[in-house]
């Protein structure tokens, strides 16, 4: 498996018109959340709602606020909790923004695939 990076944006689920500009993410779809630096968050208006736990790739253990935000990346778009990273952390597009995207990721072509969603029953 390879790494690559996207652009990503995230605008602010309650004043639609207040997006952060496009912020280069590593694709960790080893990471849960998507992680983006906290003062590119608050400048537009997306606040922290709770505090989280997460150990990282090195084992620490780490506390950060999360929030909601609506996520855009290459064409895709979903709302999700988002982590206010903090200087030093590594800015990430995680798994549950993946999903909330409906793609999957071909780590050859460096490029996300659009996926058709899985129903659990249809009646």
């Known amino acids: 498996m390879s790494l690559f990076r996207v652009n990503l944006t995230a605008t602010n689920i309650r004043d639609q018109q207040r997006s952060t500009p496009p912020i280069q993410v590593l694709v960790d779809s080893g990471s849960e959340l998507s992680w983006l630096p906290a003062d590119a968050l608050q400048a537009v208006g997306i606040a922290p709602v709770r505090k989280r736990t997460f150990q990282t790739a090195t084992g620490q253990t780490v506390q950060r606020s999360v929030g909601y ?18 200087p030093g ?6 798994v549950r923004t993946l999903e909330g995207f409906g793609v999957m990721v071909d ?4 490029k996300f695939v659009a996926t058709t969603t899985i129903v659990a029953s249809t009646g």
């Open 107 to 110: 780590y050859i072509a460096h």
């Open 89 to 94: 952390d590594v800015s990430l597009l995680g």
């Open 69 to 86: 935000a609506i996520l855009h990346a290459e064409g895709f778009e979903t709302i999700d909790e988002v982590v206010f990273a903090e």
